[in-house]
């Protein structure tokens, strides 16, 4: 959430900001002056009231102490009182008004990020490696994983349907040996806290890191219950410090988890329908950062090169691209995208997002931090990045790392995990 404080001063850089994001800022603003000067106004004369009724009501004790008679004065303090307290009222009702607004507001690009219209003025910041060369007609991970056995499609649609998977055997290995590695590399190097997380939030978390209220129908709710799937594990582990207050001496703050998470991905009909890339559960390692905000943009760029690392040491060709202002999240101010090549599709694919919300989550989770010397707290400033996408990365094994007799090598980093150097054909 932006701060109140900030909109109100900055209107027209707010305005126009948003215009760079490709939004229309008298949608998400255009009644922002006047519930804010009605609220201010509202707070204002219930203050006034109620020094008033106060004056008064010690008149009242006076005259009383005095023997004198105080029955009007008495009607008028009540009068006062049932006016504060229709101004309170009044003024609590626009509170929330302003509230539920501000919460629609995403946040502010850096001045740093470009401005664009669409995904297309992604700028490109680096690549990593060379993509694989191939003997042979390189094909998708769909047809591999199906070819040995260890990716089942068809049977995890007769369980649960359409964007769902099934591993089997050294598919299903693969997929632990990726999370074990990716864990062991952020804990032992990267100098991260792995925590196992709850896979299920309150509505206090999914509003903490502003998946609600705008993206309740990209999330799965349980019935009866106030209790969502989480869609990453962003959502706990930033939440692990809500309505607390953290030292300096904290910061930075590095945290990582890995979970399964559930998306509806309610806006995504007709993408992606073939193979893994776009499922309603997938397993993710997440780096999370609660960062002091003059160093935040330093711990963003670590944040992303630990991301990195991973693709590095599986020796997996990649590369980074700065979202322009359009393509950004609703809560990030600056973002990079890592994308990994996949040779069976040819093209290049998102692995990982590393974020900068600045304090936008923390405002709303109430996350903040007490500077040295200072008696006043100040909000964190929180990051986040997939550290990595763990199926993504699977399925880029498969592609980059495909033979010619059908077979899968597996990367150096991995087969200490894996107890194997290639995936072959399954018995079935």
Same mark, same amino acid.
């Given at each position: 959430m932006l701060d109140l404080g900030f909109v109100r001063e900055h209107l027209p850089e707010v305005e126009e900001r948003l215009r760079q994001r490709g939004m229309n800022p008298e949608e998400l603003l255009g009644g922002f002056r006047d519930l804010d000067a009605r609220r201010r106004q509202?707070?204002?004369?219930?203050?006034?009231?109620?020094?008033?009724?106060?004056?008064?009501?010690?008149?009242?004790? @006076? @005259?009383? @102490?005095?023997?004198?008679?105080?029955a009007a004065l008495m009607e008028e303090t009540k009068s006062l009182r049932e006016e504060g307290e229709r101004q309170e009222k009044l003024a609590t009702q626009l509170e929330e008004e302003l509230h539920a607004l501000m919460s629609q507001i995403p946040n502010l690009p850096h001045a740093s990020v470009p401005v664009g219209r669409s995904e297309h003025d992604n700028v490109e910041v680096r690549r990593w490696g060379t993509p694989a060369t191939f003997s042979f007609e390189p094909i998708p991970h769909w047809e591999i994983g199906e070819q040995l056995g260890v990716l089942d499609l068809d049977r995890a649609a007769k369980l649960s349907g359409a964007r769902f998977a099934v591993y089997w055997d050294l598919g299903a290995k693969l997929e632990r040996a990726l999370?074990? &590695? /990716?864990?062991?590399?952020?804990?032992?190097?990267?100098?991260?806290?792995?925590?196992?997380?709850?896979? /299920?939030?309150?509505?206090?978390? /999914?509003?903490?890191?502003?998946?609600?209220?705008? &993206?309740?129908?990209?999330? &799965?709710?349980?019935?009866?219950h106030d209790l969502w799937l989480v869609p990453t594990a962003e959502v706990p582990l930033t939440n692990l410090y809500r309505s607390e207050t953290l030292e300096e001496n904290q910061l930075p703050l590095s945290v990582t988890a890995y979970t399964p998470c559930f998306r509806s991905e309610a806006g995504s009909y007709g993408k992606d329908v073939r193979g893994i890339i776009r499922q309603h559960q997938f397993q993710k390692v997440e780096l999370v950062k609660f960062s002091h905000p003059e160093r935040s943009y330093e711990d963003h760029e670590k944040l992303t090169r630990d991301a990195e690392t991973v693709l590095q040491r599986l020796g997996l060709h990649y590369r980074v691209v700065t979202l322009c202002t359009a393509d950004l999240g609703f809560g990030s101010a600056k973002t990079y995208d890592i994308e990994v090549w996949l040779p069976g599709q040819q093209l290049f694919r998102e692995i990982s997002s590393c974020s900068n919300f600045e304090s936008f989550q923390a405002r709303r989770a109430n996350i903040r931090f007490h500077p040295a010397g200072k008696k006043k707290s100040e909000f964190v400033h929180t990051l986040n990045g997939s550290g990595l996408a763990v199926g993504r990365t699977w399925l880029a094994i498969l592609e980059n790392y495909q033979q010619e007799d059908g077979s899968v090598l597996i990367p150096e980093a991995l087969r200490s995990y894996m107890g194997v150097d290639r995936i072959t054909s399954r018995k079935k």
């Open positions: 509202a707070i204002h004369a219930a203050e006034t009231v109620k020094a008033e009724r106060n004056k008064k009501s010690e008149e009242v004790g @006076r @005259r009383k @102490r005095a023997g004198e008679d105080a999370a074990n &590695f /990716m864990l062991d590399l952020h804990t032992a190097e990267h100098g991260y806290t792995e925590v196992l997380p709850p896979y /299920m939030v309150n509505s206090a978390s /999914m509003y903490g890191t502003g998946q609600l209220p705008k &993206f309740a129908g990209d999330s &799965f709710k349980l019935q009866d």
